[in-house]
């Protein structure tokens, strides 16, 4: 079947004893045994498991190309679970310009439990092997990075990580399994903010473990059960039903970030744009190899912090908060908001200059976008 076909039946088959359409959500905490050691459907407590979060990982599986799935309250979440695969004394390599929360949990928590981690630019693969340490077991890239649009060659992170006998894993939140497919080139584990694309609509949170090997799945699944951070029945309906429209979404999505694009490359007041889909971005060429598109993910430099800020303040369409991969646009400062938590001379060091402006397009007319962005940008 293709991709929009299993995004709309996978792991969301009509409900068995009624016929309904679309399954119930089971907004029960207990389930009853039918007999002492004998749970009715093989589930008992919906910490451990329930049916609305058996059906989402059918789906996310599926549809990453995966060995099995595991959904959890939020991306970082399932960040956080990815992570206890290691143990005291592992090395972990990540991509210098990651999300904030990623570098927050990396560097002022896990630190204390005996694990260590590097920030490298993963672009180059010639970095990436100097970098390598006899004690490196993870290799934990984004691609595209969060906010910088910088990408990793996927299929050239796997072949180091196999030679090491490391864990490849690779955010994928901000294309989706729709337009990048980590696990045929080469990925262990992907993981997602569900709360983003695959949701699409801002109304829940969510996040999700894709896994290739049993033997890290057995791992993630004893993490989500014992440490008590599955995705609730409701957070797993919502999550189900925006993937139904993922593969429709994520064309007009496309579309609309390509035209947005352009538009703010040739504008004279925006000072750079950040975009593996135009010709100028240094990665243009493996984004075309590796991506079914570029997305909807942008970034642009406005020159100076006060520029950016009567930018964003002067906007109508474009909401200015955080979080994307709504269907409507959102726009922030990554510097004062998603990651304030990253030093600034560490910010300086990988791009994310107080004037840079993320963006996250959404698919309402693209006419409107641009005219929104246009005015507001009259005012720097």
Known sequence: MGFATNAIHVGQEPDPSTGAVVAPIYQTS???????????GGYDY?????????????TLAKLEGGHSAYAFSSGMAGIDAVFRLLRPGDHVLLSEAVYGGVYRITTQLLVHFGLEFSFVDTTDPAVVLGALRPNTKMLYIETPTNPTMRLSDIAAMAKL???????????NTF????????????????????TKYLNGHSDCTGGAVILTRPEDAEKIH?????????????????????IKTLAVRMLQHNANGQAVARHLDAHPKVRKVFYPGLSSHPQHDLARRQQKGPGAMLAFDL?????????LNNLKLCALAESLGGVETLISLPAQMT????????????????SL???SVGIEDVEDIIGDLDQALLYI
């Open 46 to 58: 919906a910490r451990t498991n329930h049916p609305n979060r058996k059906a989402i990982e059918r």
């Open 339 to 354: 990651h304030s938590s990253m030093p600034k001379e560490v910010r300086d060091r990988v791009g994310i200059t107080d």
């Open 161 to 171: 990580s196999n030679e090491r006998h490391a864990v490849l894993v690779i955010d």
């Open 222 to 242: 004893f993490v989500q059960r014992s440490a008590g951070a599955g995705l609730s029945p409701m957070d797993c309906f919502l999550i189900s039903r925006g």
């Open 303 to 311: 020159g100076t912090e006060e520029a950016a800020r009567r930018f």
């Open 175 to 194: 294309l989706t399994p729709y337009l990048q497919r980590p696990i045929e080139l080469g990925a262990h584990i992907v993981v997602h903010s569900m």
């Open 357 to 359: 402006v993320r963006l």
């Open 30 to 40: 207990t389930y009853v045994y039918e007999e002492l050691g004998k749970a009715k």
